[in-house]
């Protein structure tokens, strides 16, 4: 969602959490991805989406 331009308080109602935790997910997914904003985490999400054959 966050690689699609969705906002941290979107996310969080749409899912029914705290944008807090939204947030410190956000921040635990960009360290682990080594990117430093939304725009290369979304570049990454690009690069390595997974395509999978329907079966």
Known sequence: ??????????IGAQLKLASNTVSTYRARILEKTGTKNDVELALYAQR???STPER
């Not at 690689?3 to 941290?8: D, K, N, Y």
């Open 48 to 50: 390595h989406s997974r």
């Open 1 to 10: 969602m966050l690689s699609t331009g969705h906002t941290v308080g979107e």
